[in-house]
């Protein structure tokens, strides 16, 4: 049914679908939709309510703190374009209406990516690893999502996203941070303190490919008859990952060279919320032992050097959601609508130049 070197993937519409066309009609679509969907929030000048900040606060501040860098991300700007399925077995049906969880395959396109703003640094294990995916078939509702390897999310406002930004500035001169700032910042910000203690009780695992990746953010399901329940949703993979490789891309280069021999594999548990846990704030983790349900398995079947037509003209905007999945009231969400958008204009309006991570470059 699938392969990796251009074969059909799909059945779509009784027409055997290409890897290539896949990507290269996703592509298209995920371009349309950051310009018209990405933008949700784009007519609205402020963040929040009560906010001094701005989108362009927020592209300002990554350029401050990361450098210029055209046509690339402003944030998680180093990563590789990837493209498989979603087998969906029905069960996601009990809390969403959604068509993508009904029993059936819907093509995916990804990106695997590095939290920070310069596309060229040298890979770090410790930094956040991101996975967005856009879920479902081109020209129909897609279910976008951008998650990290994470427990919980370090900011529970947008303001603490920033604040801690511009506090993990390089001095000049001292080409590190000032120890001041974060002090201050983490004096500020207990929430920051206690979600960072949380992540250290779950270190990063070796590699891209046997890495969590969670939602963070609280969503609603909704079900044919509008019941709404509140979910966090998590991709734990299937794989161990090959070791990663040395030199300044050893964790993509290994994601490059494991994804060229085998599949990889993730299973989507939904965590189900009770009334009672937080919704709004995504420095909180949900109390152990809540229920889960396994909704399917997504499955990546190749990496591409990013590209036109690939992910990286995809904008993983977390409000593009298909009818049954709605956001829930954390501010962080319509901030990350509103800052993707902006980050997606600049970089598409900017000139590129090649990606760090070049695939056809990773060693056999
Ligand atoms: C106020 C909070 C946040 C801000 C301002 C922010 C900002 C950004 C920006 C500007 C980008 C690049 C977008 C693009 O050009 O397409 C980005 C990418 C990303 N962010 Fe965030 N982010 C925030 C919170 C989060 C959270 C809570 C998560 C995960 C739960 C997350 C995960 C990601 C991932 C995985 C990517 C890479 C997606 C891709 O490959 O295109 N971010 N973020």
């Given at each position: 049914m699938?392969?990796?070197h251009?074969?059909?993937?799909?059945i779509?519409?009784?027409t055997?679908?290409?890897?290539?066309s896949?990507l290269?009609?996703?592509?298209?679509v995920?371009?349309?939709?950051?310009v018209?969907?990405?933008?949700?929030?784009?007519?609205?000048?402020?963040?929040?309510a009560?906010?001094?900040?701005?989108r362009q606060t927020?592209i300002?501040?990554f350029?401050a703190?990361?450098g210029?860098?055209?046509?690339?991300r402003?944030?998680h700007a180093?990563g590789?374009?990837?493209?498989?399925?979603f087998?969906?077995?029905?069960?996601?049906?009990e809390?969403s209406?959604a068509?993508?969880?009904r029993?059936g395959?819907?093509?995916?396109?990804?990106?695997?990516?590095?939290?920070g703003g310069n596309?060229?640094?040298?890979?770090?294990?410790?930094t956040?690893?991101?996975?967005?995916?856009?879920i479902?078939?081109p020209?129909?509702?897609?279910?976008?999502t951008?998650?990290l390897?994470?427990?919980v999310?370090?900011d529970?406002?947008p303001q603490g996203?920033?604040d801690?930004?511009l506090?993990?500035?390089?001095?000049?001169?001292?080409?590190?941070?000032?120890?001041e700032a974060?002090?201050?910042?983490?004096?500020a910000?207990?929430?920051t303190?206690?979600?960072t203690a949380?992540n250290k009780t779950r270190?990063?695992?070796?590699?891209f490919?046997?890495?969590?990746?969670?939602?963070?953010?609280?969503?609603?399901?909704?079900d044919?008859?509008?019941?709404?329940?509140?979910v966090?949703?998590s991709?734990?993979?299937?794989q161990?990952?090959?070791?990663?490789g040395?030199?300044d891309n050893?964790?993509f280069d290994?994601?490059?060279?494991?994804?060229?021999?085998?599949p990889l594999?993730?299973?989507?548990?939904?965590?189900v919320?009770?009334p009672a846990?937080?919704?709004?704030?995504?420095?909180l983790?949900?109390?152990?032992?809540?229920r889960?349900i396994?909704?399917?398995?997504?499955?990546?079947?190749?990496?591409e050097?990013e590209?036109?037509g690939?992910?990286?003209?995809?904008?993983f905007?977390?409000?593009?959601?298909?009818?049954?999945i709605e956001p829930?009231?954390d501010?962080?969400?319509?901030?990350?609508?509103?800052v993707?958008a902006?980050s997606?204009?600049a970089r598409t309006?900017?000139p590129?130049?090649?990606?760090a991570?070049r695939?056809?470059?990773v060693a056999r």
């Open positions: 699938s392969d990796d251009g074969g059909p993937l799909f779509w519409r009784g055997p679908v290409a890897r290539r896949l290269v009609g996703l592509g298209a995920g371009a349309f939709l950051a018209d969907l990405g933008a949700v929030a784009y007519a609205n000048k402020w963040i929040a009560g906010s001094a900040l701005t927020f300002d501040g350029r703190v990361y210029s860098h055209p046509g690339f402003k944030n180093k590789v374009a990837v493209a498989g399925y087998d969906a077995n029905g069960n996601g049906t809390l209406r068509a993508v969880f029993s395959r819907v093509p995916v396109t990804g990106r695997f990516s590095l939290a596309p060229f640094g040298a890979d770090n294990p410790a956040a690893r991101g996975l967005g995916l856009a479902g078939f020209g129909e509702q897609q279910w976008r951008a998650m390897n994470l427990a999310f370090p529970k406002s996203f920033y801690r930004l506090a993990s500035r390089a001095e000049a001169g001292r080409g590190k941070p000032d120890p974060m002090k201050r910042f983490n004096a910000h207990p929430e303190v206690k979600a949380i270190p990063p695992t070796p590699g490919a046997d890495s969590t990746f969670s939602s963070l953010n609280t969503f609603f399901f909704v044919g008859s509008n019941a709404r329940t509140p966090r949703w991709f734990v993979p299937l161990a990952a090959l070791p990663a040395s030199g050893g964790l290994a994601l490059v060279r494991q994804v060229r021999v085998e594999r993730w299973r989507l548990l939904l965590t919320g009770q846990d937080p919704t709004t704030d995504a420095t983790p949900w109390p152990d032992g809540r889960q396994d909704a399917g398995t997504v499955t990546l079947t190749a990496a050097t590209a036109a690939n992910a990286r003209d995809v904008n905007d977390p409000l593009v959601l298909p009818d049954g829930s009231d501010p962080l969400l319509s901030a990350r609508s509103a993707y902006a997606y204009r309006g900017e590129t130049s090649p990606p991570i695939v056809e470059d």
